[in-house]
């Protein structure tokens, strides 16, 4: 299966470094990647926190990417403007804003990126205030944007760190039809998921060296009594298809993410023909 990997990036992260007295500042850093409609827009900005005691300080920073079009009044594809959306819901809520389906779309801009990490600075000074702990805070956001012939594969993994026992942390594949702007789903790539979640059962089982006997009730994994399924969450290259299960999803905190990958060679004769076409 042919890729093209058009975009890398966006990177929240939030480290504790040692006290320096800069004033919380923004830096953009933009570039631009032009299709014949648009342009992929590159950036960054950054600022730094301080702690009240003034011991400790932190560099936030924001690694982005939007489609933009090229001139006024020219129309973004719908895959663009899906991964637009995609990229927005997931910057709000990742910069601890609200995040809802029916907020409408802000102006994509370096401007927008910028208040989200403002958003960041209040909330981290709020807490700071009210409970007195020391700067301990972690967000960090990552895209990679991959370009199949019908298709483009959206990654968005996710980790923050706000306290408690341990941070928390996602990954999400988006495949985005490149015709329609519609997000696509296992039934689009695959004609028999039963057939599929037998055929990848045996990988998972061989991961962790399961008895094909196995009783899943009494394992450490969490099927209902359907029994295994593949994760919804998926994402191909030339040679394979890889299910991933994210923390908690399946399985206790201490097995973490849980990523199966099955052959393409394995699954022939269950893929479809748009499945088959990005090959």
């Given at each position: ?10 990177a ?6 040692g ?28 600022e ?11 560099e ?48 994509m801009n ?7 990490l ?50 928390n ?18 039934s ?40 295994f ?51």
């Amino acid at each position: 299966m042919p890729v093209k990997i058009i975009a890398l990036g966006i990177a929240i992260s939030l480290q504790t470094v040692g006290f320096c007295n800069d004033s919380i500042n923004h830096s953009t850093d933009s570039t631009k990647t032009q299709e014949r409609n648009a342009e992929l827009i590159h950036g960054v900005a950054t600022e730094t926190l301080h702690s009240f005691d003034g011991t400790d300080s932190s560099e936030i920073s924001l690694e982005y990417y939007y489609y933009a079009p090229l001139n006024e009044g020219t129309q973004l594809q719908p895959y663009q403007k899906t991964l637009n959306e995609i990229v927005y819901q997931n910057t709000l809520w990742n910069t601890l804003s609200d995040s809802d389906s029916d907020i409408p779309l802000r102006t994509m801009n370096p401007d927008f990126f910028d208040n989200q990490l403002d958003t960041v600075v209040r909330i981290f000074e709020e807490s700071q205030e009210e409970f007195e702990y020391e700067l301990a805070w972690s967000l960090d956001m990552y895209t990679q944007v991959t370009d199949h012939k019908l298709y483009v594969d959206l990654l968005i993994e996710e980790y923050n760190y706000l306290g408690g026992a341990h941070g928390n942390s996602s990954t999400v594949y988006f495949q985005i039809d490149r015709s329609s702007g519609q997000v696509l789903g296992l039934s689009d790539f695959f004609t028999d998921l039963d057939a599929v979640n037998q055929i990848s059962e045996t990988y998972f089982k061989d991961l962790f060296d399961l008895e094909d006997t196995v009783n899943w009730e009494e394992s450490d994994f969490w099927f209902s009594d359907a029994g295994f399924e593949v994760s919804e969450i998926f994402t191909f290259d030339a040679q394979k298809v890889t299910f991933l299960f994210n923390t908690y999803e399946i399985a206790p905190y201490y097995y973490g993410p849980i990523s199966v990958e099955v052959p393409i060679a394995a699954l022939e004769g269950y893929l479809t023909d748009y499945c088959i076409a990005n090959l």
